[in-house]
């Protein structure tokens, strides 16, 4: 039986506080995310995008959701996707950041030398379709469990999408979405990597509405409750495009929401547009009313994202 081993007040308060070693915006190395989303919104470019950005230590979307580091070794497990599917996902992803190195002038972006060669020392891409990488099978961790810990040595970042192909157990199962948990917590700490899963969306979330919330990913809330960040992508609607001078072109944008960010202010909403081959950028939609009256005067809010907690112009 482990022993229960007390934090020592005294000793933890003689000493400096510890400072927090952010991977991406609220998500902690030695810890566990999720990337929640609806089925074909975009969530394996998404996540394909951040490893990128994190394997070369360059803007993921332009400016939201930067590495906070210097680029750093990563992991990432497509369980559903072909070799061929990932290369097409790479050409596109390199041809944007071409882009923004034209854009950029080379300033943040690396050169497209440096951005190959630090791919190639520091990105770890696995096409697994048609193969299992379930770390859990009958209540026990598998073999691959072991075999991606040891690949994952070094690793700032593992990323694997989605869940679903992780486990044999019942989503809606609390005890069961704990276990789950519970291992990529330990695929973590062995590794002393952030672990971020893909995770789909529930049904009742999509009909009313709320797939910006925590409680929309699927299943079990035990999910939620026990990882530490959560994001979530969902595609825009009808309406929200008509108020946005976008009618008929809101299946090219998408929103990200920080639903769960334990140890960081409530960051703001971030909207996406697909460009080809589905490449996310960072894009900035202006409302139909771009005045309000404050004071007796108009106040130009053209190019701005509300939120309940304040106003971010980006």
């Known amino acids: 039986m482990k022993k229960i081993i007390p934090l ?3 000793a933890a308060l003689s000493a400096n506080a510890p400072t927090l070693d952010f991977v991406l915006p609220g998500l902690t190395a030695g810890s566990v995310g999720t990337v929640v989303g609806a089925g074909g919104v975009g969530k394996t470019m998404l996540l394909t995008q951040l490893g990128i950005a994190v394997a070369t230590g360059s803007p993921a979307f332009d400016n939201p959701l930067t590495p906070r580091s210097a680029p750093a070794r990563v992991v990432l497990i497509a369980a559903e ?3 061929d599917i990932l290369r097409i996902r790479l050409h596109a992803i390199k041809k944007w950041m071409d882009l923004q190195r034209e854009k950029s002038s080379g300033a943040t972006v690396a050169t497209e030398s440096e ?5 190639e020392k520091n990105l770890l891409l696995v096409p697994a379709a048609g193969q299992s990488v379930a770390l859990v099978s009958n209540g026990a961790t598998t073999e691959f469990f072991e075999t991606l810990c040891q690949f994952s040595f070094g690793a700032r970042l593992i990323i694997i999408d989605p869940l679903r192909r992780l486990h044999d157990g019942d989503e809606n199962s609390s005890s069961a979405m704990t276990y789950i948990v519970q291992v990529l917590e330990a695929l973590a700490k062995r590794t002393r990597a ?5 995770h789909h969306i ?3 979330s999509m009909f009313n509405g709320t797939t910006d919330l925590a409680a929309a990913s699927r299943g079990s809330s035990a999910l939620t409750d026990a990882v530490r960040w959560q994001v979530n992508l969902s595609g ?5 495009a008509s108020k946005h001078r976008l009618s008929g072109q809101h299946k090219l944008y998408a929103c990200l929401d920080f639903s769960k960010a334990n140890y960081i202010a409530p960051e703001p909403t971030i909207w996406l547009k697909r460009l080809d081959v589905g490449v996310l950028t960072h894009t900035i939609l202006k409302s139909v009313s771009s005045a ?3 004071g007796g005067k108009k106040s130009n809010i053209e190019g701005t994202h509300v939120t309940k907690e304040r106003v971010y112009d980006w």
């Open 194 to 198: 952030a672990v971020i899963v893909a």
């Open 115 to 119: 951005f190959t060669a630090l791919l």
């Open 8 to 10: 020592g007040i005294r």
């Open 292 to 294: 309000t009256q404050h």
């Open 81 to 83: 996707e072909s070799s």
């Open 236 to 240: 825009m609607s009808e309406k929200v």
């Open 202 to 204: 529930g049904k009742a």
